[in-house]
């Protein structure tokens, strides 16, 4: 078992390089207006990006472009950045680097914003330290919506709200209050959505999608035990890898973070463990046999991250502590018979996998144990098995 918890980590060392590998289909539109359709090596893009890795369709060679050769650029999954040269303000939000200067002082730069809406008016976002938003008709060069906090002469924190009334001057909607309108990316996407659907609230578009997914899962693990006690007869029990079968179902939350690449997920599932160790003396009685019988409710409870590609195809890597809730459980030393409680010994697993649509496969590794019994303590179970998903919806 330790051969394949080796092998296995060596698999999950490399993932965050390997997953650079990956590059998902999208678009660029050149300085000349050209559009041509690439792959774009998708970077999560925490700051707005000033140059891009592309690999082309039809020759497979990479190659970086910046922003003297594109205008526009855009993922599969919606993501997309527009090239402006325009003024920028840039202010801190540190509270100890706030100055005590409510005016700003914009700079012309040449920059990509990143659609947030399109529309009559589109609204852009541009990340450099903070988050600006900038605001425009139709496709036209946009303004930044401008706010600043500062500190007045007598050292209060102050706030330059000066984009509710850009706001207002622009879009003009009834029953809107513009004071209402926070200087966050949901606040003003719903606005101007709200705006662009002739200020009536999209039904399905202003809604979040939910994030949850429910998959049903079925699990083939082999599990081995080991033990000990202070009788001599009873020292370094090894028991041999035994073949179980899990069945449950999986909750998965997706973080709307850097394109939907990490999730939160617990996955209770049910299995009975059966396996025993017997040892054979020259003297009477000849034999030992220590069995486990455990029937266990076990519930995971981790993270996983995707680095996705092609499309919904992903390569993900997963951890989780896991929570061992024993129904009914013994363990036998000959006619001897002891009742086990799961727990007392930290429980993980750890799991590379593959995501294809609606199918998952994962290779788990997993160690856990039970508190010790009156005579054997040390009880732990190491496990390497294959986890299939399916998502219900």
Not at 286 to 306: M, N, W
Not at 326 to 333: F, P
Not at 360 to 372: D, I, K, L, V
Request: net charge positive; glycine share 6%; charged share 20%.
């Amino acid at each position: 078992m330790k051969k394949i918890f080796i092998f296995l980590v060596t698999m999950l060392l490399p993932l965050p390089l390997v997953a650079q590998m990956f590059f998902e289909n999208a678009y660029v539109i050149d300085s000349w207006g050209n559009r041509r359709h690439v792959q774009i090596k998708n970077e999560g893009w925490i700051e707005n990006p000033t140059t891009i890795i592309i690999k082309d369709e039809s020759t497979g060679k990479e190659s970086a472009l910046g922003l003297t050769e594109i205008d526009e650029f855009g993922l599969e999954n919606g993501i997309s950045f527009r090239k402006f040269t325009l003024p920028v303000a840039h202010y801190e939000d540190d509270l100890n680097k706030i100055d005590s200067n409510p005016d700003f002082s914009p700079q012309t730069q040449t920059v990509f914003l990143k659609q947030l809406t399109a529309g009559a008016v589109s609204l852009y976002s541009y990340h450099r330290g903070t988050t600006k938003f900038f605001i425009g008709k139709n496709r036209e060069t946009p303004t930044q919506l401008w706010y600043k906090r500062y500190y007045n002469s007598n050292n209060d924190l102050q706030k330059n709200r000066t984009y509710q009334t850009q706001l207002s001057q622009l879009i003009n909607c009834p029953n809107t209050s513009f004071n209402n309108i926070d200087y966050k990316t949901d606040s003003l996407t719903k606005l101007v959505m709200t705006f662009n659907n002739g200020c009536v609230e999209p039904e399905q578009s202003m809604k979040t999608k939910t994030k949850i997914r429910v998959h049903i899962l079925a699990e083939g693990h082999m599990i081995s035990t080991t033990a000990n006690a202070n009788e001599y007869y009873l020292d370094n029990i090894e028991m041999d890898p035994k073949q179980v079968a899990k069945i449950g179902v999986e909750l998965e939350y997706v973080l709307p973070i850097l394109g939907n690449s990490f999730s939160v997920f617990t996955a209770p599932k049910y299995y009975r463990y059966k396996n025993d160790f017997v040892r054979e003396y020259s003297v009477d009685p000849h034999t030992q046999t220590v069995a486990i019988d455990a029937s266990i409710l076990e519930i995971p409870v981790g993270f996983r991250y995707y680095n996705y590609f092609n499309g919904g195809n992903a390569l993900f890597l997963s951890f989780a502590y896991v929570l061992n809730n024993t129904l009914k459980s013994t363990m036998q030393v000959n006619a001897l018979e002891y009742d086990l409680a799961a727990g007392g010994v930290g429980s993980f697993h750890v799991g590379l996998g593959y995501r294809y649509r609606k199918l998952m496969a994962e290779m788990q590794y997993e160690r856990s144990g039970f508190q010790s019994t009156k005579r054997i303590r040390n009880i732990r179970s190491t496990g390497f098995g294959v986890s299939l998903k399916y998502n219900m919806f």
